[in-house]
């Protein structure tokens, strides 16, 4: 089976939305990659760091869906990472209310050995030296890579980023940060100076606008599925990250026509992750339900013009 | 030959952007729903107003594009309506500078004998009792109305806007306005709420994020095509409407399969509108060009997965 080896963030999260309020709940990037991921049926394995106060439940729980922890360490006497945010009305925007960044200071990734030859690699959002130890624990190169990264690291450490961007094949990040990492207001013109930077595709998601694919010269685009009602947008990037990296390694096809279609998936399994706080929704998400949806995507966005 | 009638403004703009700006040059929601249906080879007719300071070389244009001005009325001794406007670095927010109502102030709309009979009638943003004695002048029913109107109507003319919203097919405005007209911020609820004001079909513009199509419980989404420039975005969504209607009046088929290819038509000629300064790009369009667009949107949008 394939293997994807996804490093991120398993973590507490209390959030605040229109709609209610959490205490602290199962978060984290790493959590809604794996919980994304493991819906292909592939062998997913975290990495990534939490603190003595992590239920054992929430372990189970992962790996009850298929998720491999053996990648998560356990620092006994520290405590897990927690971020508390709520959401404005327009479910666009929020405000961070706390960050405690604990057992996640010192995180030194370590690979398994298990997942050494992972066919898929999916390095979410951390420090770029980070995310540059993980490539070289690798065996051997992985077939793709992926790379999430944000605004901070390009305020405090550009030049690691630089040199990890050139040793990644995907970058996906969001409007915002394309446009600080590249210079250009255009996401057009945006994509094509992230192209020199290193990386053959460009991945630009636009949060309910949607996400843009890129490949040097070559553009496919994906909207969001429109919902009535968005309940919780936590993790809604992570989960279209875990849905387009599980299905490439479901598939590993990673030509440009089938990158098209994992960005499809990562669109529809993103679309489940807001009807419910956390992880609640991804945790239940049938089979049925997800080709049901992709016939949405499909009446959503295919016409058929006759030339004439 | 299929004819469509469009009510709108005739003016003179003067616009800034980072990339420039113009003296007073031709602009207008007639004008711009007039070039962009143009392309259809379709009779379309403009019902609007200049002063005596309009030059003749622009009806001369349009004429010579084939549309029909004799729905423009001349007040020889007034001014034609005149907007000027500032848009921001982001191309995506403008500030109004100069609004000269002039001639626009008294207009009251004739329709031509020639165009009562017309199938499509596009109803620019004008005071909801005008487009409401557009309608009245009709010999018979129209195939399709489509309805255009802004934030400036919903605040101080709600009741009259009620009343054309119930007499009107389609109803085509932005992201905000359907948010204010139906008091829901989900576009999906928002649509829900104004199909039971009346319009069978809502339009909902998003600029560079796309255009959504509802029709009651149905949904399709045209992206806008990403461009490397944005040079003057004034009539981008004029010309999505011109190309909308255009493209039902050459067709003359408003089943929701076709309208799908309207918004996509709508969103192609939009793209070119916006590539240089006001008409400029509408003036000479070219077929080739438009069929190579059409490849690009199809490219951008169409997948293929094989479910399994």
């Known amino acids: 089976m394939s293997k994807l080896l996804a490093v991120g963030t398993v973590a507490f999260d209390a959030i605040e939305t229109p709609f209610g309020k959490t205490d602290k709940i199962l978060g984290g990037s790493g959590t809604f990659v794996g919980l994304a991921a493991s819906y292909f049926g592939v062998d997913v394995g975290i990495v990534s760091v939490v603190g003595g106060d992590f239920p054992s439940e929430y372990i189970k729980m992962l790996n009850s869906r298929g998720v491999n922890t053996d990648g998560v360490e356990v620092v006994k006497e520290g405590k897990t990472f927690f971020w508390s945010g709520r959401y404005h009305n327009d479910m666009n925007s929020r405000d961070t209310l706390v960050t405690e960044l604990n057992v996640l200071a010192d995180f030194t990734p370590v690979v398994p050995e298990a997942y050494k030859d992972a066919s898929i690699v999916m390095l979410g959002n951390l420090h770029p030296l980070t995310q540059l130890s993980v ?80 490949n040097k010269g070559k553009m496919f685009f994906a909207p969001a599925l429109p919902l009535a009602e968005v309940f919780d947008p936590t993790g809604a990037g992570d989960t279209f990250a875990g849905g387009f990296s599980g299905y490439l390694a479901k598939t590993e096809d990673i030509s440009f026509q089938n990158l098209k279609n994992a960005i499809i998936y990562g669109s529809n399994l993103a679309s489940f992750c807001v009807e419910k706080f956390g992880t609640q929704r991804m945790e239940n998400l049938q089979p049925e339900e997800v080709q049901r949806r992709l016939e949405a995507f499909k009446e959503l966005t295919q016409f058929d013009i006759q030339l004439n």
Do not use: C
């Open 135 to 214: 490539l070289d624990q690798m065996d051997r190169k992985p077939k793709l890579t992926i790379l999430d990264t944000m605004n901070f690291w390009m305020d405090s450490a550009l030049e690691d980023l630089y040199t990890v961007l050139k040793r990644v094949d995907v970058v996906a990040i969001n409007d915002e940060e394309a446009r600080q990492l590249s210079g250009e207001y255009s996401l057009v013109n945006a994509a094509k100076k992230i192209h020199e930077m290193g990386p053959e595709y460009v991945v630009i998601k636009k949060g309910e606008h949607g996400a843009l694919l890129f």
